[in-house]
Structures are given as C-alpha cells and as structure tokens.
C-alpha cells in the first residue's frame, strides 16, 4: 500500500488532475471577470434599468443577478428557485424574455457593484459587471441672518444650510468680493437610516466694510434665494435708531388723527351751545307772551317743559 504511494504512474495521475483542475479554474475565472464594465445611476427613491447582454440562441441554465455575495434576482431553466432559502429582493423584479432586472425605489445603499453571471447550456459561464451610482438632490439652500453690535463693531453672521443630498458635497459662497467675507465654520453631519447628509456653513461680515448685495450659497448645482447685508441697517455706533422714520411717521399720524378729533369735538359743543341758547330764547319769549293772561300754575309748567327740552338737546349732543 506504501509502494503504491510512491508509484511513478500514480504520481504522473494526480499531477495531470491538479492541472486540469487549476485550468478549469482560472479558465472560469477569466469567462467570470472578463467583461465590458457598464455604469449606471439613478436617484434616491427613482428607479433604474439594468439589462444583462445574452446569447437569444443558447439555452441559458440558470441566470444570477447578484451584489458583491448578495443574490438580487434569477432563475433555474429547469426547475423552480425556492426564494424562501434564496430569498430575492423586493424592490426588483425581473423579465426573462430579455434578462432585464428593474429595481425600483433607489436608496443609497444601492449604489455598488453587481454581476450578471448566466451560465449556458455546454457549459459556458458568462459575466458581466455594473456599476450602479445612486445619488441625492441637496434640498434648496435656506440662508438666515443674526446682525448685531458687538464691541462696537456692527456685523452679521449668516448661515446656510442644505439637507437629504447624496453624496458629501461643500456649500459654495457666491459673494463678490470674497477677501472681506469671513466663513466661521463648516460642519456637516449623515443620517444612520438614509446614509443622505446635511451641510452646514456659517460666515461673518462686518458692515463697516459696506453694504453687499445679491449674494447666495450652492450646493452642487442648487442655489439659494439672493439676499442682501447691511443695506437697511444702521451701525448704532454712529447713533440713531434704525427704525426712527417708521416711528416718526406713525407718530405723526396719530398727532394729526389727534388734532381732528379736538377739532370736532370743539365744533360739536359749538353747535350745541348755539342750539340751546336759540331753543332757550325762543321759549322765554315765547313763554313770557304766553303768561301774559295765564294763570301762574299754568305758566310755570310751560317753563318746566322748556327747561327739560333743553337738558334733552345737552344730553342727546353732548
């Protein structure tokens, strides 16, 4: 039995199997890995196409769509795939009739690498990679202001921010005159679920240096509204009040509203007093001629009915 160990055909046998063996293996390697890359992209919650080239006149055995270890989607020719134990993705579905994947609602955890591999009836096993780049729109850049003085010294500190983009990018300052325009800091920070960021930016600028106008921020390609600095502002160091021409016109208004409402108010007691000394002289007189002949009851209640009509004319204007 040792003999046989040693024995010079038995040698020449296992090291014509080693060989084929390692043939076999690099030539599947290189029928696997040779192939034509392709890239693709889509955006986070798109959908994206993925078509694997094929032979229409070989009988394919079965076709893997897989990422990395990972199995996306495929099939057996010849019996049916159990995706309980080879479970598939279900954000993908897949056509036979042109070996075409379609993955829908795109995170960014798809982006990657994945392989076609289809292995044909004669043995032949085909591969093909792609590269998939999913990516995210920054939302549109929000810019708020904090102008203050400070040690005598009027500026502003201005923030922009942009969320949910994919991938990491920098905020852009679009500012004329960027020598004078001071960035404090950058920060940004990444989502653990949607793997999407949030990029930060905060500048100062002192008014002494003038006012600045149709300024913005970026992030790739989206910019924010225009806005201006210093333009309505006063610096208080110079004195004054920033708002002082809102104050004084209010304050003007309601002096004139004032001044008319003493003026009505003088008029209406004019026209009063004028009424009730023409209504109070009438009925004197008019009392006084009708006494003349009357008893003095009578009399006195003519009297007493002309001085209540006078307090009625007081009362009812005032």
């Known amino acids: 039995m ?68 990972a199995f996306v989607n495929g ?27 379609y993955m829908y609602n795109l995170t960014v955890a798809h982006s990657g690498e994945y392989q076609c591999h289809i292995k044909y009836s004669g043995g ?8 998939l780049t999913v990516t995210a729109n920054y939302s549109k850049p929000e810019v708020k202001q904090y102008c203050s003085n400070e040690n005598q010294i009027f500026g502003c500190r201005v923030m922009c921010a942009s969320h949910a983009g994919y ?36 500048a100062y600028y002192n ?3 003038g006012p600045l106008e149709a300024l913005s921020c970026s992030v790739g390609a ?13 610096d208080p160091s110079e004195g004054g009040w920033p708002y002082m021409k809102e104050v004084a016109a209010i304050l003007a208004v309601a002096f004139l509203m004032v001044t008319l409402l003493v003026w009505w108010k003088c008029r209406k007691r004019q026209r009063v007093s004028m009424l009730v000394s023409r209504s109070s002289s009438s009925s004197s007189s008019s009392s006084t001629r009708r006494c003349e002949g009357e008893s003095s009851l009578k009399c006195n209640t003519r009297r007493g009915r002309s001085f209540l009509l006078k307090r009625i004319i007081q009362v009812v204007f005032g």
Not at 124 to 131: E, R
Not at 181 to 194: A, L, R
Not at 222 to 233: A, D
């Open 2 to 69: 040792k003999a046989s160990l040693y024995n010079p055909q038995h040698f020449v046998f296992s090291l014509r199997n080693s060989l084929l063996l390692a043939l076999v293996t690099i030539t599947w390697h290189i029928s696997v890995t040779e192939c034509v890359d392709l890239h693709l992209s889509g955006e986070v919650g798109g959908n994206v196409t993925i078509r694997c080239p094929f032979d229409k006149d070989r009988k394919i055995l079965f076709f893997y769509f897989q990422k990395g270890d």
């Open 75 to 101: 099939y057996y020719e010849d019996r049916h795939m159990d995706h309980k134990k080879v479970p598939k993705w279900n954000n993908t579905r897949f056509d036979r009739a042109n070996n075409t994947v």
């Open 124 to 131: 032949d096993l085909k591969g093909k990679k792609i590269q």
């Open 167 to 202: 991938p990491d990018k920098d905020i852009v300052w679009n500012v004329h005159g960027a020598q004078i325009w001071n960035v404090v800091n950058t920060s940004k920070t990444t989502d653990p679920h949607t793997m999407m960021f949030s990029v930060y930016s905060l």
């Open 207 to 209: 008014c002494s240096n």
């Open 222 to 234: 989206v910019t924010s509204e225009m806005f201006s600095l210093c333009t309505q502002l006063k």
